[in-house]
């Protein structure tokens, strides 16, 4: 818990109590408890790599163009649901995170992305994905980033899928490029390399 914001209510009710009591002794504790959360409390805004609403319009545009209505996306975790809004394309990473079949599924992504490329696409062929939204929030590093949660903060392997997406897609055999823009870019998954 970043900001303590979890425990306000908690905080809120046990502050309520000490300062209606009588006893001295209580209402210093509870206003030093105060005084140490609010000190200890991080009031910067969290390090975020999000795309802004303008960096979707492009590739929402695309996605509902250039692709079958059936198509099947794959995509992270916190884009799907972008695209199942604006496209009506199926999704495999859906947001509901209290799911732990999705919470299983999103840790396999990692693990794949982080692998090597027949990792990936053995995941994304499992999952039946016609598309592969690569975005570099991939590469990103910091403790909120997909990286720490895959455990991955350490140098990447350079024929990782990941850096594959990243720096050189005209090597992968199961993925083609069909789209790309500056923070995206789609590819398609081959049935056969």
Same mark, same amino acid.
């Given at each position: 818990?970043?900001?303590?914001?979890?425990?306000?209510?908690?905080?809120?009710?046990?502050?309520?109590?000490?300062?209606?009591?009588?006893?001295?002794?209580?209402?210093?504790?509870?206003?030093?408890?105060?005084?140490?959360?609010?000190?200890?409390?991080?009031?910067?805004?969290?390090?975020?790599?999000?795309?802004?609403?303008?960096?979707?319009?492009?590739?929402?545009?695309?996605?509902?163009?250039?692709?079958?209505?059936?198509?099947?996306?794959?995509?992270?975790?916190?884009?799907?649901?972008?695209?199942?809004?604006?496209?009506?394309?199926?999704?495999?990473?859906? *947001?509901?995170?209290?799911?732990?079949?999705?919470?299983?599924?999103?840790?396999?992504?990692?693990?794949?992305?982080?692998?090597?490329?027949?990792?990936?696409?053995?995941?994304?062929?499992?999952?039946?994905?016609?598309?592969?939204?690569?975005?570099?929030?991939?590469?990103?590093?910091?403790?909120?980033?997909?990286?720490?949660?895959?455990?991955?903060?350490?140098?990447?392997?350079?024929?990782?899928?990941?850096?594959?997406?990243?720096?050189?897609?005209?090597?992968?055999?199961?993925?083609?490029?069909?789209? *790309?823009?500056?923070?995206?870019?789609?590819?398609?998954?081959?049935? *056969?390399?």
């Amino acid at each position: 818990v970043i900001r303590y914001f979890t425990f306000l209510g908690f905080a809120a009710a046990v502050l309520a109590a000490g300062i209606i009591t009588r006893r001295i002794w209580w209402k210093l504790i509870v206003i030093v408890a105060t005084v140490g959360q609010l000190m200890a409390l991080n009031g910067q805004p969290l390090e975020r790599q999000q795309p802004a609403p303008d960096e979707y319009r492009p590739i929402v545009k695309w996605l509902g163009e250039d692709t079958p209505t059936n198509a099947i996306l794959l995509a992270a975790i916190s884009e799907s649901p972008v695209f199942l809004a604006h496209t009506g394309r199926r999704i495999i990473m859906h *947001s509901k995170f209290e799911n732990q079949r999705i919470r299983e599924r999103y840790r396999e992504m990692l693990e794949a992305i982080y692998g090597g490329e027949e990792q990936f696409y053995e995941f994304a062929h499992r999952y039946g994905a016609d598309y592969f939204v690569y975005d570099v929030g991939f590469l990103h590093g910091g403790p909120e980033s997909r990286r720490y949660k895959a455990d991955k903060m350490e140098r990447l392997d350079p024929n990782c899928a990941a850096m594959l997406f990243e720096n050189q897609p005209d090597r992968l055999r199961h993925f083609r490029l069909e789209f *790309s823009n500056a923070r995206f870019t789609v590819f398609r998954v081959l049935t *056969s390399p």
